[in-house]
């Protein structure tokens, strides 16, 4: 049943419920998962967004926006309705932008200057690890240094900067986000060949593992650009374009991505659910295995483990629990 106040929870369980056939063949347990993950926290993480989705507003209505948009969370913290997660997201800190999106964080952090615990400052169109410098001084005066930070890496110029940008945010970076627009746009790709499973998205993902492993860095996938909205065949081909792009993501390492629309979150969450259920039995048998041969390498079926792969065998039963594929005793 849909909540009668329209909203993001009201769009996404319309969404599942009017178009559920338009959705991949699902399982009954992952249906109800979606379905009770829609209704209790259809939303984990969340950015206030003063770039690309906000547009080109004056000086003066972007500041009353940034008190308009603290005075939200405030509220929402009050009444226990915030996401888990949250954080704001400024206008690139180029020369042209610096002095807008400094003062937008200046106004913001006045009006809420005791933000909500994990939240961060997420910085787009990184280029130079002085951009980072520069954010991390702007929080530091703003006597928000205890604050994290996200780089959105969304130029060529970006990847192959990646060591310097995270020494640039002097432990502060906690998440690092593919911009696959963008980046597919500086290596000039036309619109028609811009999409997530690319090579070039795929080659970015890869070369953001190598540098960020280890480093206790976040990674997040960007966007499927299709929305669900309109009529049934297009909602239809917005879910399949997503859910391929879903599964491509994570097997490339990627587990969490962006939502642009609210009829993207059952398709997002029924995605997941359903990779890690396919995967579930053959990843406990393999790990059950190997620990009851007193954690000597071992075969089951054509799949040969050892302590290395048992390390991604405990990782993907972790990921299962956290996300909620699976339950923690189950």
């Given at each position: 049943?849909?909540?009668?106040?329209?909203?993001?929870?009201?769009?996404?369980?319309?969404?599942?419920?009017?178009?559920?056939?338009?959705?991949?063949?699902?399982?009954?347990?992952?249906?109800?998962?979606?379905?009770?993950?829609?209704?209790?926290?259809?939303?984990?993480?969340?950015?206030?967004?003063?770039?690309?989705?906000?547009?080109?507003?004056?000086?003066?209505?972007?500041?009353?926006?940034?008190?308009?948009?603290?005075?939200?969370?405030?509220t929402g913290r009050e009444n226990s309705?915030?996401?888990?997660?949250?954080?704001?997201?400024?206008?690139?800190?180029?020369?042209?932008?610096?002095?807008?999106?400094?003062?937008?964080?200046?106004?913001?952090?006045?009006?809420?200057?005791?933000?909500?615990?994990?939240?961060?400052?997420?910085?787009?169109?990184?280029?130079?690890?002085e951009e980072v410098a520069s954010l991390?001084?702007?929080?530091?005066?703003?006597?928000?240094?205890?604050?994290?930070?996200?780089?959105?890496?969304?130029?060529?110029?970006?990847?192959?900067?990646?060591?310097?940008?995270?020494?640039?945010?002097?432990?502060?970076?906690?998440?690092?986000?593919?911009?696959?627009?963008?980046?597919?746009?500086?290596?000039?790709?036309?619109?028609?060949?811009?999409?997530?499973?690319?090579?070039?998205?795929?080659?970015?993902?890869?070369?953001?593992?190598?540098?960020?492993?280890?480093?206790?860095?976040?990674?997040?996938?960007?966007?499927?650009?299709?929305?669900?909205?309109?009529?049934?065949?297009?909602?239809?081909?917005?879910?399949?374009?997503?859910?391929?792009?879903?599964?491509?993501?994570?097997?490339?390492?990627?587990?969490?991505?962006?939502?642009?629309?609210?009829?993207?979150?059952?398709?997002?969450?029924?995605?997941?659910?359903?990779?890690?259920?396919?995967?579930?039995?053959?990843?406990?048998?393999?790990?059950?295995?190997?620990?009851?041969?007193?954690?000597?390498?071992?075969?089951?079926?054509?799949?040969?483990?050892?302590?290395?792969?048992?390390?991604?065998?405990?990782?993907?039963?972790?990921?299962?629990?956290?996300?909620?594929?699976?339950?923690?005793?189950?």
């Amino acid at each position: 049943m849909c909540p009668k106040k329209p909203g993001p929870l009201y769009i996404a369980l319309r969404a599942l419920d009017e178009h559920r056939s338009a959705l991949p063949p699902l399982s009954e347990d992952v249906l109800h998962r979606v379905h009770n993950k829609l209704t209790r926290e259809p939303v984990e993480d969340l950015r206030i967004d003063f770039e690309d989705g906000y547009g080109v507003r004056s000086a003066e209505e972007e500041s009353a926006h940034a008190v308009d948009a603290a005075n939200h969370i405030r509220t929402g913290r009050e009444n226990s309705t915030l996401p888990r997660m949250l954080g704001i997201r400024i206008k690139p800190f180029a020369p042209a932008t610096r002095h807008r999106s400094i003062h937008t964080l200046r106004t913001f952090f006045a009006a809420l200057p005791d933000p909500p615990p994990h939240f961060t400052v997420t910085l787009p169109k990184v280029t130079f690890e002085e951009e980072v410098a520069s954010l991390i001084d702007t929080l530091n005066n703003i006597t928000h240094s205890h604050l994290p930070i996200e780089l959105m890496i969304e130029t060529p110029h970006a990847l192959r900067n990646l060591p310097a940008l995270l020494h640039a945010a002097q432990g502060r970076c906690r998440g690092a986000h593919f911009g696959p627009y963008d980046f597919t746009s500086a290596c000039g790709l036309l619109s028609a060949s811009q999409g997530l499973r690319h090579p070039l998205c795929t080659h970015a993902r890869n070369e953001m593992l190598i540098h960020l492993s280890g480093t206790g860095v976040w990674l997040s996938d960007g966007p499927t650009s299709t929305l669900p909205v309109g009529k049934a065949a297009e909602i239809s081909h917005a879910w399949n374009t997503q859910w391929g792009d879903i599964q491509h993501s994570l097997n490339t390492g990627f587990y969490q991505g962006w939502d642009l629309h609210p009829a993207q979150l059952p398709i997002r969450y029924a995605a997941v659910y359903t990779y890690f259920a396919e995967h579930l039995p053959a990843a406990r048998a393999r790990l059950n295995n190997f620990e009851s041969q007193q954690l000597q390498a071992t075969r089951v079926g054509t799949a040969f483990d050892d302590a290395a792969t048992v390390l991604g065998l405990r990782a993907f039963l972790d990921r299962a629990t956290a996300c909620g594929a699976v339950d923690p005793h189950g």
